[in-house]
């Protein structure tokens, strides 16, 4: 017979006490039963609270802690009210209530000072994700048990973990002096603790103090270059990093992190140094992959592909190799080499099977294998399958289905703005492609009727008005884009270019292809962009430099080399414009501005 309770009062403490063992035994068989192990036999009444903190270690904890507290324990009695604490931390976390666990088991740790407690507070505090709270709980935890190793770097991570990591130091030294203690894994511990806290700086300086006393322990000196490399102190990092490698010859991790410092000045500068460890270690494999990354980088692409081929001869089956050279191959445009990589990924583990898929249909469509290209898009899915569908759209106007292509853009499932956009933009360039800029103009001007500050809208449409000769609307979208994004670099070139195109107020035309060059130092197209204005400015020898660098940074661009080719022309370098357009012509046949040039100059 349940008991009368008052209602908006819950019994507590004091109703524990005068119901004693009856209601003490009924809420461990509520615990019991909560906990889902009905039919395992039960344990006795815990009698101590020792007994009752090691009664339910919970599994999904995964924290390591010593078998038992190396100290002396308190003998404290299991109270009624004790023991109800504890089964309402238990029940708590049996239902899900992981912040109530924690503050239950942290207010026992305060009043029986044992150890056990402790260490339990500590793991729920951490299964709550209660920083705070664990911070409290380790804190009893080292001081009650205070020669355990586990419970020192308990308190130290709970302190780092707290944005307080130099409070951390004589807690990690004690971990660190612990005879017999691991210090090179001890050292790789603590950096990543420590690379969890965003105070780089204090990461830095606790590191820093660690490492003295251990001048030649590489481990040390890597952690402390790694943290020196976060805090942008680069000097420190390559001079800690070399320490290290030193200690350690040929250790590929420090090689690697090395060559990461060297990075911040230059890819080449990574590449070259990767390059001379790769000679005196030839099967270092990490060291080859990143150095074919870097050469990637440095756009050398044939010899980035030779170097993943190198890997690819000696793990057929490394997904990330295989990987690399099928897409180093797509930018090569072997499309044989990049099709049988991508085949061979669809037996591998691939953890991206839709990308995969996804390429594959690049790969098809771009030897016009048309059909078999929506073959592969259709079977992409996942968040990939959005970009699929506007590639299928793509394809069906290629094959001439120019109302089949828009049906599937206009019915695409577009859950955010910007996938709404990317539809509409993709409907105007295939309306653009198929030589209708009138049409493509209003798709984009219907879109900005429900997205009116949308840069990306903004700019296609300030392009599409130069198609039609609408200089005023093409003007005034960019000068929109540049309000609604001040750091749109191809919005300032957009505007320049064409100032200088048409030969008017090349003064501000210089100044806005300026801003965007200090935007982006290497885009190839601004680079061309300043090149031009200087030579409508007379300038043919300055427009000479930058042409040149856009034309080698831009790997050959048709309207790069038209404008190159005129400029040359103009200096009376006659076959070398020829030359320059010959080639260009080759890759290109068709393009207009390459044509037209041509045709100016040939007459």
């Not at 009664?55 to 324990?73: I, Q, T």
């Not at 505090?125 to 190793?149: C, H, M, Y």
């Not at 594959?360 to 079977?379: C, H, I, N, S, T």
Request: overall charge negative; hydrophobic content about 45%.
């Amino acid at each position: 017979m349940n008991e009368p309770v008052e209602p908006g009062r819950q019994r507590g403490p004091a109703h524990f006490v005068a119901l004693g063992g009856r209601v003490a035994l009924v809420a461990a068989l509520a615990l019991f039963a909560a906990s889902g192990c009905a039919q395992q036999p039960a344990k006795p009444a815990p009698a101590t609270v020792a007994a009752a903190a090691d009664a339910d270690d919970d599994d999904d904890v995964d924290v390591m802690v010593e078998s038992a507290p190396s100290g002396a324990l308190p003998d404290q009695e299991l109270t009624a009210a004790l023991l109800y604490e504890f089964l309402v931390a238990e029940l708590s976390l049996q239902r899900g209530d992981r912040a109530t666990a924690a503050r239950q088991y942290v207010d026992l740790a305060r009043k029986t000072r044992d150890p056990r407690v402790a260490r339990r507070a500590v793991e729920l505090s951490r299964f709550a994700n209660d920083v705070q709270l664990g911070a409290e709980a380790a804190k009893i935890w080292a001081e009650t048990d205070p020669t355990s190793v586990t419970a020192q770097s308990q308190l130290a991570i709970a302190v780092i973990l707290s944005g307080r990591a130099d409070e951390a130091v004589p807690y990690l030294q004690r971990v660190l002096a612990t005879p017999g203690a691991n210090v090179e894994q001890a050292f790789t511990q603590i950096g990543q603790v420590l690379g969890q806290q965003p105070d780089r700086a204090a990461t830095l300086r606790v590191l820093q103090k660690l490492a003295e006393p251990y001048p030649n322990e590489p481990r040390a000196r890597f952690e402390v270059a790694r943290a020196a490399l976060a805090a942008n102190e680069d000097a420190l990092a390559l001079a800690e990093v070399q320490r290290a490698a030193k200690l350690r010859p040929g250790w590929e991790q420090a090689a690697l992190l090395e060559a990461l410092v060297l990075q911040r000045k230059s890819n080449g500068a990574a590449a070259d140094f990767l390059a001379g460890f790769l000679k005196a270690y030839p099967n270092a494999r990490d060291a080859r992959l990143q150095y074919a990354r870097y050469l990637f980088l440095e756009r050398k692409y044939p010899e980035a592909r030779a170097e993943f081929q190198k890997l690819l001869a000696d793990f057929p089956d490394n997904v990330d190799v295989v990987f690399s050279v099928a897409v180093l191959s797509m930018q090569l445009e072997d499309w044989p080499l990049a099709e049988a990589n991508l085949k061979r990924l669809l037996d591998l583990p691939v953890r991206d099977r839709n990308t995969v898929l996804l390429y594959l249909g690049q790969v098809a469509e771009a030897q016009k294998r048309y059909d078999e290209a929506l073959g592969w898009y259709r079977q992409v899915g996942g968040e990939p399958a959005f970009r699929a569908q506007i590639l299928q759209a793509q394809v069906l106007a290629k094959q001439g289905d120019l109302a089949g292509a828009r049906q599937l853009l206009q019915k695409a499932d577009a859950t955010r703005n910007e996938q709404r956009v990317q539809l509409i933009l993709a409907e105007a360039q295939i309306l653009r492609d198929a030589n209708q800029p009138k049409e493509a103009f209003l798709v984009v001007e219907r879109g900005l009727d429900r997205l009116p500050e949308n840069p990306d809208l903004l700019y296609d449409y300030a392009m599409l008005a130069e198609k039609l000769d609408r200089v005023d609307i093409m003007e005034s979208s960019l000068r929109k884009v540049m309000r609604v994004k001040p750091d749109h670099a191809h919005a300032y070139n957009a505007l320049g270019y064409t100032l200088a195109d048409r030969n008017q107020r090349l003064g501000e035309a210089k100044e806005l292809i300026e801003k965007a060059l200090a935007l982006e130092p290497d885009n190839p197209m601004i680079i061309d962009s300043m090149g031009w204005v200087l030579f409508r400015m007379g300038d043919s020898q300055g427009a000479l430099k930058y042409l040149q660098r856009a034309y080698d940074l831009g790997r050959k661009d048709p309207e790069i080399a038209a404008h190159l080719g005129e400029v040359l022309w103009s200096l009376g370098r006659r076959k070398e414009a020829m030359a320059v357009w010959n080639e260009a012509v080759s890759r290109a046949p068709g393009n207009d501005v390459l044509v037209n040039t041509i045709g100016r100059f040939k007459q």
